[in-house]
């Protein structure tokens, strides 16, 4: 690689490290959330001839260490990421890293105001009759390619996940490429910078038993039912459910299971009464539906803000995305650091 390693003082090392942690905070007690594993995704990739933010390709970890495994891989992953931080080819400034931000358009309205609008959509839709064991999501990770030329291009490759599980914990994961883009969001037409869209990168089936969750039961369709289900996948250190605990929970029980609208209804009202909330505005999102975002500044990492889309059409949750609201190495605030988005059928 080239890369001197008397040009980072152990100090300098610590704080990127420690910057640059997409996990900070993470109990390895605790179930992963959307974002976590995802992360794990990128460790485990194995794109062709790529330099990737991540560690090199590693079997499944068995379900109930994957906590324990996802933290101890992370750490080779932010060294990983400094590492090609600070020893870009071409000035740092010539490179953005990652997806660019929603373009935000502000609205008067407010959280409940929102929370109304989605619920008379809800309301007036035909949906599924329970809450189901099936999880479709599109997500990324962050590839560096270095061409020929000397050049560095940041290549944005989604990753379509699609689980299916049972209550007795048996099931199967699919994830595969998808369409790769530049970080200006310029699509990538050169297949050779990334997985080919369609190819599998995982394909997981758990046996009995091997895919975990807080709640293995269907939940019920009342407010205090949903409330309870939500609170089972707060952050464990959360205790006021705050609107970026919502948010997390969101993040974390979505990643398990498909709720109905009333569900989705019960869950945007339990936000608009959360302290933190507000309405950054109305928005595209990365699978061009029209969203309403509604954000929150962490409150556990005051470092990032969390965003909430909510379907304009059909006034479903649609998506989650993380913004640093803090420079951290070549990531200059503002930037995004991941996005999941479901009911892209």
Known sequence: MGHDPDALSDDRLDSLLRQLDPLSGVNADEPLNDRDRAVLLRIMAQPRKKTLVGAAPAPRPAPRNMALVLTMAVTAMVAMIAIVLVWPPVAPSAIALTPPPLKVSSTSQTVGEVASMAQRLLAGRAGQPAAERRVSSVGWYLQMDHPASGETI???????????????????????????????????????RGPEPGRVLHDITYAAGGFGTPVQQVPGESATEVKDFLAAYWNPVATSGTASDIITAIGNAFSSWTLTNQQHAHILDMLSRAPGAYIAGTALDRADREVTVIAADSTHNPDYQLLLLVSNETGRIVGTESVRLTPSGELPAGSVTSYTLWDTH
């Open 154 to 192: 940041a290549v944005i490759v989604p990753q379509v996940i699609e689980l299916a599980w049972n209550e007795d914990g048996s099931g199967r994961e699919v994830t595969t490429a998808g369409i790769p883009y530049l970080a200006d969001g310029t699509r990538l037409e050169d297949s050779t």
